[in-house]
T-cell receptor
Framework: GENVEQHPSTLSVQEGDSAVIKCTYS??????FPWYKQELGKGPQLIID?????GEKKDQRIAVTLNKTAKHFSLHITETQPEDSAVYFC????????????FGTGTQLKVEL | NAGVTQTPKFQVLKTGQSMTLQCAQD?????MSWYRQDPGMGLRLIHY???????DQGEVPNGYNVSRSTTEDFPLRLLSAAPSQTSVYFC??????????FGPGTRLTVL
């Protein structure tokens, strides 16, 4: 089955700096890669996703890049703000895997003033 | 749309007790799933359903039962609670393209 590794497990940045979280996946048949943000005491919320026919996708301060050859994808947050502090999860969905996402173990992002 | 709703928000059980965690969605999604979230282990799939009357096991199904009598509801039953089931439980509903929407979670403690 699919295996997703996520790094780093914790990340601390100064407000205004950029943050990058990286994930690798094992199943070359995976074709959908969402990113979720989980604030304390809440359920994960989808913030951006990318499909395997695209190399990069942007939404304001958030971007995701995908390297299918190397089987890794990354989340980039620019101009970080205190409200970006949360746990971020990456996930992968294999083709033909129904809708069974495999999640990374999460990154605790802390944006310091 | 209320999206995905879960009840209760918090629950404390004694070892051996049973209970049902409720989950409902109003988005008419066929696919629903249950996850548990433990520190350092991300989200692990317990059971899932691809439509009313159809359920299947995920990664960690032992000790849990599910049923899906309607498109909207997907309850999770703990048959005989154990301390190892102390966790946060999330229900999710998924579009046909794989986009998953999560509920707010149920925080369960088993003493």
């Amino acid at each position: 089955g699919e295996n997703v590794e996520q790094h780093p497990s914790t990340l601390s940045v100064q407000e205004g700096d950029s943050a990058v979280i990286k994930c690798t996946y094992s199943d070359s048949a995976s074709n959908y890669f969402p990113w979720y943000k989980q604030e304390l005491g809440k359920g994960p919320q989808l913030i951006i996703d990318i499909r395997s026919n695209v190399g990069e996708k942007k939404d304001q301060r958030i971007a995701v890049t995908l390297n299918k050859t190397a089987k890794h994808f990354s989340l980039h947050i620019t101009e970080t703000q205190p409200e970006d502090s949360a746990v971020y999860f990456c996930a992968a969905l294999p083709t033909g895997g129904g809708n069974k996402l495999t999640f990374g173990t999460g990154t605790q992002l802390k944006v310091e003033l | 749309n209320a999206g995905v709703t879960q009840t209760p928000k918090f629950q404390v059980l004694k070892t051996g007790q049973s209970m049902t965690l409720q989950c409902a969605q109003d988005m008419n999604h066929e696919y629903m799933s249950w996850y548990r979230q433990d520190p350092g282990m991300g989200l692990r799939l317990i059971h899932y359903s691809v439509g009313a009357g159809i359920t299947d096991q995920g990664e960690v199904p032992n000790g849990y039962n599910v049923s899906r009598s309607t498109t909207e509801d997907f309850p999770l039953r703990l048959l005989s609670a154990a301390p190892s089931q102390t966790s946060v439980y999330f229900c999710a509903s998924t579009t046909g393209l794989g986009t998953q929407y999560f509920g707010p979670g149920t925080r369960l403690t088993v003493l």
